[in-house]
């Protein structure tokens, strides 16, 4: 079977001006890469660097452009919340091939440069779309970079904040443990769905995915949910790491964005509330990276390295 794992998490972001709202993330501690990048449907869209992996916002440059958009596109971006998770794999087009190989039903890769790129640019990625029915509560494809810089994805460059890793994340559904065996299926087969004390999780290679229902979501992070109308809306929380809590706190809310400590699985976590610009909620535990490190190379196999700024 081939490797795969989570490499980026989107959400639409319905602040005036996408380049001042990196700067909100700067001031917050995190590290917001320079250049943007333009998608179809009218998108410029920005991304802020944690760890190996990325956030990414959408952000509408072109509303004419974005008049075409389907509606669950506009919907998320009058009322944000994460959408979306793209999935790295070294050769798409081999787990297109497996997929199908083990009968699952699924488009044909694609590849695509960026929207300003000139008519004879070569592919910058492609992609396998994957269709809901199979990874419910999150849109989802697998992508292969074709110009990706190495470093972005071998160096881990800790932000000021002191927060240097994604290792997971937690969905909200009424059918938390249906949910976690649609994943695992189709990503992680050889992997258990284990019950935990407030729902169900699988690992996808170095990330911990979790499925909780909504009041227990409620009573673990004192967070109302509300059910989205598309099938796209159940990615609740971003699982972050840090070398130090009281530095996130210190920069978070220096910035103006409010935290509270929560006590998850006997772990405190700090948890950053969501900015209703962008509709993201993270969860901080503290750790030391070298431990981190050693963990996730011994699930995946990754040569990380820190990198030397």
């Known amino acids: 079977m081939t490797s795969i794992r989570f490499d980026h998490f989107m959400t639409y972001t319905s602040a005036p001006d996408i380049d001042g709202y990196l700067k909100e993330y700067a001031a917050q501690g995190f590290l917001p890469r320079e250049k943007t990048v333009r998608h179809n449907p009218g998108l410029r869209n920005g ?29 998320l971006r009058a009322t944000p919340r994460p959408c979306a998770i793209g999935m790295i794999a070294g050769d798409v087009q081999a787990v297109h091939d497996d997929w199908m190989a083990r009968g699952y039903s699924i488009p044909q890769v694609s590849s695509t440069a960026p929207r300003d790129a000139p008519a004879d640019a070569p592919p910058a990625w492609s992609f396998q779309e994957i269709p809901s029915e199979l990874l419910p509560g999150a849109w989802s494809f697998a992508l292969t970079y074709h110009m990706r810089p190495k470093d972005e994805a071998t160096q881990i460059r800790i932000g000021p904040n002191t927060i240097y890793a994604i290792s997971g994340v937690t969905f909200v559904s009424s059918e938390p443990e249906a949910r976690a065996t649609n994943w695992r299926d189709l990503l992680a087969p050889e992997e258990a769905v284990d019950e935990s004390g407030n729902g169900f999780q699988v690992w996808i290679g170095p990330h911990r995915a979790m499925w909780v229902a909504p009041e227990e979501y409620q009573a673990a992070y004192g967070l109302d949910w509300t059910p989205f109308p598309y099938p796209v809306g159940e990615l609740a929380i ?59 190379t011994g699930r995946t196999g990754e040569r990380l390295e820190l990198a030397q700024d």
């Open 47 to 75: 991304f802020v660097f944690i760890g190996p992996e990325y956030l990414e916002f959408c952000w509408v440059e072109d509303e004419a452009l974005f008049a075409e958009a389907e509606a669950e596109k506009k919907l």
């Open 238 to 296: 971003l699982h972050l790491l840090a070398s130090d809590l009281r530095v996130v706190k210190t920069m978070t809310e220096e910035a103006g964005r409010r935290t509270c400590p929560v006590l998850v699985g006997g772990e405190e976590e700090l948890l950053i509330a969501p900015d209703a610009r962008d509709g993201l909620v993270f969860a901080v535990r503290q750790r030391p990276i070298e431990m981190w490190l050693r963990e996730r």
